[in-house]
């Protein structure tokens, strides 16, 4: 018995030193290794801070060595993309614009359906939105935003670019616009978040081979499956220093070698934290057009007459 469990044991040695010596050589030969894959839970704030919105992301991720370098590439969708939608912006009823006496408020995304081509992703749908003062109306409203991403060595961005709304004069819409902001991610703030998530001995290990890592952006490109939009997402570091940080904790404390690795190249913890932090997007009418219409009056043609001229229009959210 005591010969069979050290064959045993001897064997099961065997498999994982050929497993180990196997991995290394398919990294050194620039093969493409599977390191995390996971559907995380994620919890952040509406778009006007009012509740919290449960989601979660399905993210998966690999590693390749190429000429010098660690490419890293993950490879994120978001289950029920529109429903999710619809939570952030849920958000009662909320003041967005107010052009003088005439105010514009929105209560939630009724419908939408997403669309991409190229780095441009496509919103079209309705949202219920109340006109209050000189018109008084509350309906559901096609919209139409268009988003671009983009990206350089250092930073990941998303731009609206264009954004309509039926029957709303152009004054108003360009107020809403013009208000929302790029969203941008930077070099700087993923080496933070990094560093953060990582236990102290390796923060601290990170925090000095930080700048060495030539942390660059490599690709981003949106997609959309089965109707909810995924984002393939591409960073790359200098492979001397990412073996020299693994390398710190080895020599150190020779068993944290494999906690190490884990933490490094797994996101799991890090990217929650990070996903947790993402906040830096009735039918009726009222009676002044109840007359209008028993009188024969083209809804959309009432609204852009009524709404026609409007100045000094100011966001409120």
């Given at each position: 018995m005591g010969r069979l469990i050290r064959r045993t044991i001897l064997g099961l040695i065997t498999v994982l030193v050929i497993v180990i010596v196997g991995v290394i050589g398919a990294f050194y030969a620039g093969v493409k290794l599977p390191v995390y894959q996971a559907l995380t839970?994620?919890?952040?704030?509406?778009?006007?801070?009012?509740?919290?919105?449960?989601?979660?992301?399905?993210?998966?991720?690999?590693?390749?060595?190429?000429?010098?370098?660690?490419?890293?590439?993950?490879?994120?969708?978001?289950?029920?993309?529109?429903?999710?939608?619809?939570?952030?912006?849920?958000?009662?009823?909320?003041?967005?614009?107010?052009?003088?006496?005439?105010?514009?408020?929105?209560?939630?995304?009724?419908?939408?359906?997403?669309?991409?081509?190229?780095?441009?992703?496509?919103?079209?749908?309705?949202?219920?939105?109340?006109?209050?003062?000189?018109?008084?109306?509350?309906?559901?409203?096609?919209?139409?935003?268009?988003?671009?991403?983009?990206?350089?060595?250092?930073?990941?961005?998303?731009?609206?670019?264009?954004?309509?709304?039926?029957?709303?004069?152009?004054?108003?819409?360009?107020?809403?616009?013009?208000?929302?902001?790029?969203?941008?991610?930077?070099?700087?703030?993923?080496?933070?978040?990094?560093?953060?998530a990582l236990s102290p001995d390796l923060a601290e290990s990170f925090a000095k081979r930080r700048m060495d890592l030539d942390l660059a952006f490599e690709d981003i490109a949106p997609a959309i499956i089965d109707g909810d939009l995924q984002v393939i997402a591409t960073i790359s570091v200098d492979e001397s220093a990412l073996l020299g940080l693994v390398g710190d904790q080895i020599a150190g404390m020779p068993d944290r070698a494999g906690t190490a690795v884990a933490e490094i190249l797994s996101p799991a913890a890090a990217q929650a934290q990070l996903l947790n932090q993402l906040k830096d997007l009735t039918e009726g009418v009222g009676k002044e057009l109840v007359d209008q219409l028993q009188n024969g009056g083209n809804p959309q043609q009432i609204i852009e007459q009524t709404l026609t001229g409007l100045t000094d229009c100011e966001t409120r959210f």
């Open positions: 839970p994620i919890t952040f704030a509406n778009w006007n801070q009012t509740r919290a919105v449960n989601a979660s992301v399905d993210h998966d991720s690999n590693l390749q060595r190429q000429a010098g370098r660690v490419f890293f590439t993950t490879d994120v969708a978001v289950p029920e993309t529109v429903q999710r939608m619809k939570d952030f912006l849920d958000g009662g009823r909320q003041e967005i614009v107010a052009c003088g006496p005439q105010k514009l408020y929105l209560h939630r995304l009724a419908n939408a359906k997403l669309s991409v081509e190229g780095p441009v992703i496509g919103i079209s749908g309705a949202l219920v939105l109340e006109l209050d003062g000189l018109l008084t109306a509350t309906d559901d409203w096609p919209v139409a935003v268009t988003v671009r991403t983009g990206y350089d060595r250092t930073r990941l961005w998303a731009d609206i670019v264009a954004l309509n709304v039926a029957n709303l004069p152009s004054e108003m819409v360009d107020a809403i616009r013009e208000r929302i902001p790029r969203m941008t991610y930077t070099r700087e703030k993923i080496l933070d978040e990094a560093q953060a």
